[in-house]
């Protein structure tokens, strides 16, 4: 069983003038807790306990891009492995009831001239300044901008060989799931 609660602990590094956020452990009978993840300059969030509490899933940005899926073993002793490989960041990564699968919410590129349509050109050959057509409803966020370009599906990723399914697809967003 579980008997630790995992969160992220967001704190300040000085010397790089930058926020950064680490996966804490906290016995659920007790007192303390124990950093369960290192690592310089990146933000892991997100964690979640495999059923068994055999393992840790969660997100971070440690190689250098886009938040992306990463497990651990409960021991301590092994280091966070990547998991599957996207485009854009990945959110909401949640255990499958077997164990061998997590389902996340992962960013997928779009082209907002095609009015969502995948293609192979670039992001770039729009143009810094090209106008936006609103095709669909919600279209910008504050914060965020313009969401055309983009769409949020739901993807089924295996623990020990990293294959990604995709299970949704259509010109909407997936913000959440259980």
Avoid: N
């Amino acid at each position: 069983g579980i008997d630790t609660v995992a969160c992220a602990v967001r704190c300040i590094d000085r010397d790089e003038d930058a926020y950064v956020s680490r996966i804490w452990g906290f016995a659920l009978v007790g007192t303390g807790g124990a950093q369960l993840t290192r690592g310089a300059g990146s933000s892991d969030s997100s964690p979640r306990w495999s059923d068994d509490g055999t393992q840790l899933a969660f997100l971070s940005d440690r190689g250098g891009g886009p938040a992306q899926l990463y497990l651990m073993p409960r021991d301590e002793a092994g280091e966070a492995r990547q998991v599957g490989r996207f485009e854009q960041s990945v959110s909401c990564p949640r255990w499958h009831p077997d164990g061998q699968r997590l389902v996340v919410a992962a960013t997928l590129r779009v082209d907002p001239d095609l009015r969502g349509r995948r293609s192979d050109r670039p992001a770039a050959a729009r143009g810094p300044h090209a106008p936006e057509v609103a095709w669909r409803l919600p279209y910008k966020e504050d914060g965020t901008g313009y969401m055309l370009a983009r769409e949020i599906h739901l993807f089924s990723v295996d623990t020990e060989g990293g294959e990604q399914r995709q299970l949704t697809d259509g010109p909407f967003d997936v913000l959440s799931h259980d």
